[in-house]
């Protein structure tokens, strides 16, 4: 079967520090993306890693480790905005995107 | 530039009916994809278009199916409502396949009484 796991909440307070992760086992795989979606909004993209290694984007940061099927996305410098759904999606080898159950992230002032 | 759009926004439907959801992709990008997602889930595959062509398909009954259009705007069209069904419905875009970048619109939430 296809899984990624995520947790489901994360809480963190304004200015630290937030590293949210995902193991995946999919039948195939080109890559992992990030997505982060406001409650009534669409999903919009973040990252996406396709090697080993670490992309950072402004404050968002994500490392992919193919052999250990895990990749994180890291938040830095949380600001209230930064409250969302945060879902990884595996890229597979037919081009589809499979979504994570996605991580709720409260940031608190 | 416009993003990509979907109408209607929201939608309520009796069990039983037929419903047709519509999406215009970013101009320029040839690749539709859809998807179903329940509240407190990550969205679900449903179908994926690519010049016109489905490319692939979700674990979704017959009662899903869509379309893609020339001008690459899409439909999807969903028969024999069931509670179930009852979710927000996403369509996204990219240049060519999924890759590793979709852009998705707003979606609209079906609501089956």
């Known amino acids: 079967g296809q899984s990624l796991e995520q947790p489901s909440e994360v809480t963190a307070v304004e200015g630290a520090i937030v590293q949210i992760n995902c193991t995946y086992q999919?039948?195939?795989?080109?890559?992992l993306s990030w997505y982060q979606q406001h409650d009534g909004g669409a999903p919009t993209f973040l990252s996406y890693?396709?090697?080993?290694g670490l992309e950072e984007t402004g404050r968002f940061s994500s490392f992919l480790s193919r052999s250990d099927s895990y990749g994180y996305l890291l938040l830095q410098e949380l600001q209230m905005k930064d409250s969302a759904s945060y879902f990884c999606?595996?890229?597979?080898?037919?081009?589809?995107?499979?979504f994570g159950t996605g991580t709720r992230l409260q940031v608190f002032p | 530039d416009a993003g990509v759009t979907q109408s209607p926004t929201h939608l309520i439907k009796t069990r039983g009916q037929h419903v047709t959801l519509r999406c215009s992709p970013i101009s320029g990008h040839k690749s539709v994809s859809w998807y179903q997602q329940v509240l407190g889930q990550g969205p679900q595959f449903i179908f994926q278009y690519y010049e016109k062509e489905e490319r692939g398909r979700g674990n979704f009954p017959d009662r899903f199916s869509a379309r893609q259009f020339p001008n690459y705007s899409s439909e999807l069209n969903v028969n024999a409502l069931l509670l179930g069904d009852s979710a927000l419905y996403l369509c996204?875009?990219?240049?060519?396949?999924?890759?590793?970048?979709?852009?998705f619109g707003q979606g609209t939430r079906l609501t089956v009484v």
């Open positions: 996204a875009s990219s240049w060519g396949g999924q890759g590793a970048k979709a852009f």
């Open positions: 999606a595996v890229r597979d080898n037919t081009d589809k995107l499979i």
């Open positions: 890693n396709a090697l080993d």
């Open positions: 999919t039948s195939g795989f080109y890559g």
